[in-house]
């Protein structure tokens, strides 16, 4: 097994000047005007813009190498194997797994959630096993475990939260036990941009007997994932959130856990024979990726974690932190305003309210001066409550993200003060 540290990046660590502006010039979509306004585009948290590359890459697929995957003797369908294949290698650098067999192409996040909920879940949790989540966690972290508790019995019990939104170590702790069988937990808060300490949350569960799944649909936005050093079971991300397409995602699992696993959907791809007596599947991952799956969606997740990976990751993370920073300094000094989420060490991710102020209008005034942000909920309403609020505005920064959009971000809620007074 890999023992190596898990990497972390210091933003204040020397690195390369991240030339914001050409990042920029590679995403068509920021040329563009919204209610006569340029566009200032902060919400790539719920989905991040995609870069030429990868919209060039999804269009060759389609324009000129599209078929059918496995089975077919023809030329194309070769090409688009390799390409659908390659990918899946891709994927298995990109998070450091052990084999490409690991990786599973699924829907995006909550579809892996999903999976790992019905077969994994059903298969080898009972009456009275414990599931432990936190108050963080978004629905799709949530809603899958409460239906397999309907279908099982299984119990549900839930880490709190500060009123900063930092994970407490100790209450985590404390709750893991011998009826443990499963945590499930986000890496980095969609709402509050908290970073969870996996390497410690997962050493405790494994202490316990316990395995370990994490959602990982913000945490590799924001920092390189390496599952072999993290020893994470379960590690789920959507391509649309890392400037990939929409319609797919990935669930790496470790080996042993995924051949334990009964199939998730039956059909075509995933056998090895059927006969109307009995059916044999397939191993992993072929076995999780019945019918035919989002082959032009691999190859442009494939383009955007080349992308990715041509920028260098001490770089990004200044920036990220630079943006943050400027942010939470300028957001802060404005009186009407709150934030939610000030841990230490957190992404680029800002959540706000304002004083007598529904967050829907704020998003639909900022909207006015051209300013994209995401209100409401955030599909964790459960963190909501915790907060007492019904929602809201978040401010999520991506690579092509500048300190002027934060000024713009200000001038427009400057705007909705001066019309509620």
Known sequence: MNTAPARRLDPSAAAAPFDVERVRADFPILSRSVHGKPLVFLDSGASAQKPRQ???????????????IHRGVYELSAKATEAYEGARARV????????????????????????????????????????????????????????????????????????????????????????????ALTH????????????????????????VLIDGAQGVVHQPVDVQALDADFYCFSGHKLYGPSGIGVLYGKEALL???????????????????????APPPARFEAGTPPIAGTVGLHAALDYVASFDPAAVAAHEHDLLAYATERLGALNSVRLYGTAPGKAAIVSFTMDGVHPHDIGTILDRAGVAVRVGHHCAQPLMDHFDIAGTVRASFGLYNTRGDVDRLIDGLEDVREIFG
């Open 188 to 211: 980095v808060s969609n709402v509050l941009g908290t970073v969870v300490p996996i390497a410690e949350v997962v050493r405790i569960a494994h202490a316990s007997g316990a395995k």
């Open 54 to 68: 990868v919209i060039d890459a999804i269009s060759q697929c389609y324009e000129a190498e599209y078929a059918n």
């Open 259 to 281: 051949a334990a696993m009964p199939p998730y959907q039956g059909g075509g791809d995933m056998i090895e024979r059927v006969t109307f007596e009995r059916t044999t599947f």
């Open 92 to 183: 298995q650098r990109f998070v450091n797994a052990r084999s490409a067999s690991e990786i599973v192409f699924t829907k995006g996040t909550t579809e892996a959630i999903n999976l790992v909920a019905t077969s994994w879940g059903g298969a080898f949790l009972g009456e009275g096993d414990e599931v432990v989540l936190s108050v963080m966690e978004h629905h799709a972290n949530i809603v899958p475990w409460q239906l397999l508790r309907e279908r099982t019995g299984i119990v549900l019990k839930v880490v709190p939260t500060d009123e900063r939104g930092a994970f407490p170590l100790d209450a985590y702790e404390a709750l893991v036990g011998p009826r443990t069988r499963l945590v």
